[in-house]
């Protein structure tokens, strides 16, 4: 899933996400929270936490060029 805005934890078990970073969803609850995985950038490192389903859109909704790499590694 694509990152749609940013988004800053509140709570501990939560991370920090960035509009048009591409994220793999591990779980949901009844919250709309999401156990999501960022895989590591030049910029931040791997991490694994909630976040809120309001930040989360369709990778298909931009260019696949964009984001080939990232893709390429979270869903191939």
Request: charged content about 20%.
């Amino acid at each position: 899933m694509l990152v749609t805005r940013d988004y800053t934890a509140l709570k501990e078990d939560e991370i920090n996400v960035y509009q048009g970073e591409v994220v793999q969803i591990l779980a949901s609850n009844q919250q709309s929270m999401f156990l999501v995985f960022r895989a590591a950038t030049d910029d931040c490192p791997a991490a694994e936490g909630w976040i809120p389903g309001y930040v989360l859109g369709h990778t298909s909704s931009v260019s696949a060029d964009l984001f080939e790499g990232t893709i390429k590694w979270v869903f191939g």
